[in-house]
């Protein structure tokens, strides 16, 4: 086995380790991490097949922006776990039925693939100078053009929604008008007392003896 198999190997254990991790963690905040190691595992294989573009998108992209965005998301909007574990029994058939088609469906694509392709012709080798950078940018911008317009309006929608969800009132919290905080002025702020330099301080004055006397 050469490293780069070995490597391959590796990073597709700790992918689908972390895949699983993804669906079955109780805590949102530690799912959102795990989705976070699976995207750089998945950047570390496509690195192997020489796609570095890719995996430095999947890096800088996913990683930096969107998962950020799903992990301040999921700490502000403070879910309540139980509530959400109440209707998991009731939902649980429809979910296995989805689930089994889903794996039913990969398993007849995956099969398909591993059987051996028809002999295709040798492709021509590749000038010293090649970038596939270049040659991705030519597909997204000339024949991908309107499915990349789709996928940055999605991906402008979330950011919208969840600052929406952010921005909603809460009970726990002081919610604090956008509007006042622009026409607040600083004498409203800050209020100016005058107070004497020095007070003298009150000279305490001493308590005279209390006598009881006992009458026969």
């Not at 780069?4 to 895949?19: D, E, K, R, Y």
């Not at 007849?108 to 059987?115: H, T």
Request: hydrophobic share 60%; aromatic share 10%; proline share 6%.
């Amino acid at each position: 086995m050469d490293p780069q198999t070995g490597l391959f190997f590796l990073f597709s254990a700790v992918l689908l380790f972390a895949a699983f991790r993804v669906i079955t963690s109780r805590n949102p905040v530690h799912a959102a991490l795990f989705l976070v190691l699976c995207f750089f595992q998945a950047a570390a294989i496509w690195i192997l097949l020489k796609a570095e573009f890719l995996a430095i998108t999947l890096v800088l992209v996913y990683v930096g922006a969107v998962m950020v965005l799903f992990l301040f998301v999921v700490m502000m909007l403070d879910i309540n776990m139980d509530s959400i574990r109440k209707g998991f029994w009731a939902h649980f058939p429809l979910a296995a039925f989805v689930g089994a088609l889903i794996a039913f469906e990969m398993a007849a694509v995956l099969m398909g693939g591993f059987r051996e392709p028809p002999q295709a012709p040798l492709a021509a080798p590749l000038a010293a100078d090649f970038s596939n950078t270049k040659e991705l940018g030519k597909l997204l911008y000339t024949q991908y053009l309107y499915p990349l317009e789709v996928a940055a309006v999605l991906l402008l929608v979330a950011i919208i929604a969840a600052i929406a969800l952010t921005l909603r009132s809460r009970k726990d919290s002081r919610h604090i008008e956008p509007s006042e905080q622009v026409r607040v002025q600083a004498r409203d702020r800050v209020q100016l007392v005058k107070m004497a330099a020095t007070v003298t301080a009150p000279v305490p004055q001493p308590e005279a003896p209390q006598t009881q006397e006992k009458k026969a």
